[in-house]
């Protein structure tokens, strides 16, 4: 079975401040990972994925995020915020022979304070 | 490029009532998928194409909810007898060469269905 938690429903950062999203996963196979954003009224867009190459993945708009199998963790992270930033983030984990099997978190929505 | 179109963007309906959604993935994407998107949680998975077959339909939640495939491309989602807890935004997705699930997903805008 497959499972992805994002572990807070909400992050408020300071403009150009870090910023952290955190995501856990279960899966009983090798999985891909994927990270999403979504800004309002928009349709989603891919901001980076892990499909068993480097562990340390970059993505756009200068976020990235490590694939930790020890921890079942890919956690999204940005050195400084930008009030553009300000949209709802989800993680995404697949794997298996199903495209049910492509099991979206329930989402982050990440405020920017100016 | 094109990238993938939903229409309407926006539909109120009547409880009772019927609704089609309408889906244009990316030119050449074989692989096309439905979500749905309730306030505040995750996306659901409806159905998977591959082609205009649907190996997976395991994500539609009654028999009033159907969708079909035409010419590898154009998709329609269909809800029948709409209820108040089909308001949702509804989301399509499409990906390039089949059900390779480490291939991203190209999302569509949506279409927003609240039912009165």
């Known amino acids: 079975a497959q499972s992805v938690t994002q572990l807070d429903s909400h992050v408020s950062v300071s403009e150009g401040t870090p910023v952290l999203l955190r995501c856990n996963y279960s899966?009983?196979?090798?999985?891909?990972l994927f990270w999403y954003v979504q800004h309002p009224n928009k349709g989603l867009q891919l901001l980076l994925k892990y499909t068993s190459a480097a562990t340390l993945v970059k993505g756009i708009n200068g976020f990235e995020a490590e694939f930790k199998k020890s921890e079942t963790s890919f956690h999204l992270t940005k050195p400084s915020a930008h009030m553009s930033d300000a949209a709802e983030y989800f993680c995404?984990?697949?794997?298996?022979?199903?495209?049910?099997?492509?099991?979206f978190g329930s989402g982050t929505r990440l405020s920017i304070r100016p | 490029g094109a990238g993938v179109s939903q229409s309407p963007s926006n539909k109120v309906t009547e409880k009772g009532k019927d609704v089609e959604l309408r889906c244009d993935p990316i030119?050449?994407?074989?692989?096309l998928y439905w979500y749905r998107q309730s306030l505040g949680q995750g996306l659901e998975f409806l159905i998977y194409?591959?082609?205009?077959?649907?190996?997976?339909k395991s994500g539609l939640p009654s028999d009033r909810f159907s969708a079909e495939r035409t010419g590898g491309s154009v998709s329609t989602l269909t809800i029948q007898r709409t209820q108040q807890e089909d308001s949702a935004v509804y989301l399509c997705?499409?990906?390039?060469?089949?059900?390779?699930?480490?291939?991203?997903?190209?999302f569509g805008p949506g279409t927003r269905l609240t039912v009165t």
């Open positions: 030119s050449g994407h074989t692989a």
């Open positions: 194409f591959q082609g205009n077959s649907a190996p997976d």
């Open positions: 995404v984990v697949s794997g298996g022979s199903s495209a049910s099997k492509i099991i």
């Open positions: 997705a499409s990906s390039p060469e089949g059900l390779r699930l480490s291939y991203e997903q190209y």
């Open positions: 899966s009983s196979y090798s999985p891909s």
